[in-house]
């Protein structure tokens, strides 16, 4: 049974820091490339970053780029997501979700959610 869940959310301040984790089992996760998807109150789900699998070439939103880095440990089934210099516009449910074969994220965790205020 393929899982995914998200954790290390929680409250921080502008220009705080806040690493968030993804544990995954029921598949091999070495091989296939992993998301970060946020949704912030009110909106759509915004696409965050991507680390595909086989070259390890990452990926970002620009809302995102510089502040943000995905990582992942293949050994620990893990991904992360290190964020840094937090703002408000920040705040929402982040998601980690698989890619798979056709390129569709067709599995993704409940979500953790980040909120960045003073």
């Known amino acids: 049974q393929v899982q995914v869940a998200e954790s290390g959310g929680g409250r921080v301040q502008p220009g705080g820091f806040l690493t968030l984790a993804c544990t995954a089992s029921?598949?091999?996760?070495?091989?296939?490339?992993m998301s970060w998807v946020r949704q912030a109150p009110g909106k759509g789900p915004e696409w965050v970053s991507v680390?595909?699998?086989?070259?390890?070439?990452?990926y970002y939103a620009d809302s995102v780029k510089g502040r943000f880095t995905i990582s992942r440990d293949n050994a620990k089934n893990t991904l992360y997501l290190q964020m840094s210099s937090l703002k408000p516009e920040d705040t929402a449910l982040y998601y980690c979700?698989?890619?798979?074969?056709?390129?569709?994220?067709?599995?993704w965790g409940q979500g953790t959610q980040v909120t960045v205020s003073s």
């Open positions: 680390l595909e699998h086989g070259t390890g070439t990452t």
């Open positions: 029921g598949f091999t996760f070495s091989g296939h490339d």
């Open positions: 979700a698989r890619r798979g074969s056709w390129g569709e994220y067709d599995y």
